[in-house]
């Protein structure tokens, strides 16, 4: 019974780092809504992309995993440092974009139990410690092209030769967990305005079963500071579960966080997030899951022009 117990909690420990790999966005089952528009002096929250545009990304992300079951328990912590950037292939005069999203660079360890750790960093020759070999795989390859709309909608995804199989299945189908941009509103609006979207994440019910569960953001305008908006956030669970093992998944895809975005040029350039929580018989009778999340990422300034990349379209 120790042993399946173990193994659940590996699974889950396994879908939590997913979502860490996958971000936070994910395009609305509705558009995005508007509760309230905010006072005074009104602001557009609205990406700006010029094609051939560059924005890089530097992604300090940790993770700490606890299990416990009548027998003992198991640790286990996550520690990642990524460097990514995006770049702007189109862009119509409506500001509709193609974004071309790369993952540069990864360094990343895992340690079991305070013991046992395990490092990878993609700028090492030689092949990937088992267990890294799908990361390694899409350092430094464009995979997909992704159409979006200045307000940060997801319309369209095109897979390019090196997306895996698997991957070229969800750009068909314009997945909405492809899309990496925090959703704004298509009006402008003042402080203290309040906006919602809706989206579903996966979730394992069972050996090869999953079923959706609704996941809804709340963002609000806090303030404006010169030309940066900042913007808080928070994450609720709408579908309603009394299942423990699905709570214990998406203990690290509830978060709340603060997002930095520069009006002046319609990008992101920081952003903080965390989740946590515990669960009570997370694997069954007598066992116990508590996962946290902490999660920054800002934006790194580039030398100003065309990078050379860019031309290739």
């Not at 094609?51 to 079951?69: C, D, M, N, T």
């Not at 319609?266 to 965390?274: N, P, R, Y």
């Amino acid at each position: 019974m120790q042993g399946s117990q173990r193994t659940a909690g590996r699974i889950i420990a396994a879908w939590g780092l997913m979502a860490v790999a996958c971000g936070f966005a994910s395009a609305a089952e509705n558009a995005v809504t508007i509760t309230s528009p905010g006072q005074g002096t009104t602001y557009p929250l609205a990406y700006k992309f010029t094609p051939g545009q560059f924005a890089h990304y530097e992604v300090l992300q940790k993770s700490v995993i606890v299990s416990r079951y009548a027998q003992g328990q198991e640790k286990m912590n996550n520690e990642s440092t990524t460097t990514k950037h995006f770049r702007v292939v189109t862009a119509d005069a409506a500001g509709v974009a193609q974004l071309e999203p790369i993952i540069d660079r990864v360094r990343m360890s895992v340690t079991f139990d305070d013991v046992n750790k395990v490092e990878y960093d993609s700028a090492q020759p030689g092949p990937p410690p088992r267990g890294f070999e799908a990361v390694a795989a899409t350092i430094g390859k464009s995979m997909a092209r992704l159409h979006l709309t200045p307000n940060g909608q997801l319309s369209k995804v095109t897979a390019l030769p090196d997306a895996p199989a698997s991957f070229t299945a969800l750009a068909a189908q314009a997945d909405p967990t492809l899309n990496f941009l925090v959703p704004l509103p298509r009006e402008a609006v003042g402080v203290g305005a309040v906006w919602k979207d809706r989206y579903q994440v996966p979730v394992s019910v069972g050996p090869g079963l999953s079923q959706p569960v609704t996941l809804q953001r709340q963002f609000e305008l806090a303030k404006v500071t010169g030309n940066v908006a900042t913007i808080t956030f928070q994450t609720i669970i709408i579908t309603p579960m009394d299942n423990p093992a699905v709570q214990a998944q998406l203990l690290q895809r509830t978060p709340t966080g603060t997002i930095e975005f520069d009006l002046d040029r319609g990008l992101i350039v920081a952003q903080t997030t965390k989740a946590s929580g515990q669960v009570v018989q997370a694997f069954g009778a007598n066992t116990f899951m508590q996962a946290s999340l902490e999660t920054t990422e800002r934006l790194i300034p580039q030398t100003a022009g065309v990078q050379p990349a860019a031309l290739k379209q």
